[in-house]
């Protein structure tokens, strides 16, 4: 047999509320189609399902037998139908965000902000990782997106798209001594002791990389493995930190080095899956923070 979900889901309305006006009421149809469909499947199935009383409509021994085997069926159905509604109506969801500390400071916390404000019902998971981390987050499918600065590694195998740029600048203590108040060349910046992310970090390897190319050691004189450690040791007068502006901009305690030219800039990306589509609820972030 290959008989219609749609009947049987009209049988089991008519059963359950013993009435097909009640049924039509719910189903938002009219009577005359609910009895024929429930003749339609009563020949179809080649047996009487309902007789009429002064009532309505009551269940023959073989209707029972039939509804109490689809009764499951059809609520699971309709439960699936309106949860999907709610996902959908952004009443019911959940998210899962991997981010490193510059993007999540940057980019991704007013934009958590303003989509909390439009979607207070959608629950938001945040796991702060190196970026490294977050990129194998996508790979392990244990996060919907990764939020991080550039470079990332091995992120060919995703769709990623540049969100914006993040500028950085050089900074130390109000006292720290600065030999000369002319702009600092590159070379003369890396006479004082440098603080920087951990050799293991990306933002190590990217700076590595940068001085490098200009000729220069880069060998920090105290490395840490957060990127907002930073400013706390800098603030001490120990040496000088690279981080991004947005890190700054409220700082009373320390100071922007003038260099000759500028820091190299960098990007934060938004990386996800390419062979798993976000939910509903995951590309309405996306378009907040594109957007934002």
């Not at 965000?97 to 909390?116: D, F, G, P």
Request: glycine share 4%; proline share 5%; with cysteine.
């Amino acid at each position: 047999m290959n008989i219609s979900f749609e009947h049987y889901k009209i049988f089991y309305y008519v059963a359950k509320y013993k009435s097909i006006s009640k049924a039509a009421q719910l189903l938002i149809n009219n009577q005359p189609n609910l009895t024929r469909t429930i003749k339609n499947l009563e020949n179809e199935l080649g047996c009487r399902l309902f007789y009429r009383t002064n009532k309505g409509v009551i269940l023959t021994p073989e209707g029972q037998m039939i509804y109490s085997h689809i009764k499951k069926a059809v609520e699971e159905v309709i439960a699936a139908e309106e949860e999907l509604n709610e996902i959908k109506m952004m009443r019911k969801g959940c998210i899962r965000i991997s981010v490193s500390e510059i993007a999540l400071r940057c980019k991704l916390l007013s934009a958590i902000k303003e989509y909390h404000q439009k979607y207070p019902d959608i629950r938001i998971e945040i796991s702060n990782h190196l970026t490294s981390q977050a990129i194998n987050s996508i790979r392990n499918s244990t996060s919907d997106i990764a939020l991080v600065t550039t470079p990332a590694p091995d992120i060919d195998e995703f769709d990623y798209i540049t969100v914006c740029p993040v500028s950085e600048s050089a900074v130390c203590a109000k006292n720290f001594e600065i030999g000369k108040s002319s702009p600092l060349s590159f070379s003369e910046l890396l006479q004082y002791p440098i603080v920087s992310l951990s050799e293991n970090t990306q933002t190590f390897e990217f700076y590595r990389d940068f001085f490098s190319g200009k000729s220069l050691d880069f060998n920090p004189a105290v490395e840490t493995a957060a990127e907002d450690q930073i400013i706390p040791i800098v603030e001490t007068g120990i040496g000088i930190g690279f981080v991004p502006d947005e890190f700054i901009k409220d700082s009373e305690s320390i100071k922007r080095i003038p260099l000759e030219q500028n820091l190299p800039q960098r990007s934060i990306i938004l990386v996800k899956n390419k062979n798993r589509p976000l939910s509903i609820a995951a590309s309405r972030l996306e378009d907040i923070i594109m957007n934002d």
